[in-house]
């Protein structure tokens, strides 16, 4: 007797957490949201850090992505002016 199990074909959503590096303070934060904002039903949680007189501040989020989607998501923030990395967690 064998037993078989259908898989789906399509890529399964994950909560991937990354770590944003922006710089502009308060500004380069709320650059990343406004980004983040757009794709607000996947992400599922999201904290920052800003403290002054630093010259970076760090924000991270979990956002619920296919790993192909996690790939390009990095790439896109890493286009605004105000981030200096996207590393995953």
Do not use: N, W
Not at 43 to 67: F, N, P, Q, Y
Not at 83 to 89: I, K, M, Q, R, T
Request: charge should be negative.
């Amino acid at each position: 007797m064998s037993i078989t199990i259908d898989r789906p074909t399509t890529a399964s959503r994950i909560l991937r957490r990354h770590t944003i590096i922006t710089t502009q303070g308060m500004d380069g934060v709320l650059a990343v949201t406004a980004e983040l904002r757009a794709c607000a039903t996947l992400v599922k949680e999201m904290a920052v850090d800003v403290r002054e007189g630093v010259g970076c501040s760090a924000l991270t989020c979990s956002v619920s992505m296919t790993a192909e989607e996690a790939a390009d998501f990095a790439a896109h923030l890493r286009t605004l002016p105000a981030v200096e990395s996207v590393d995953p967690y």
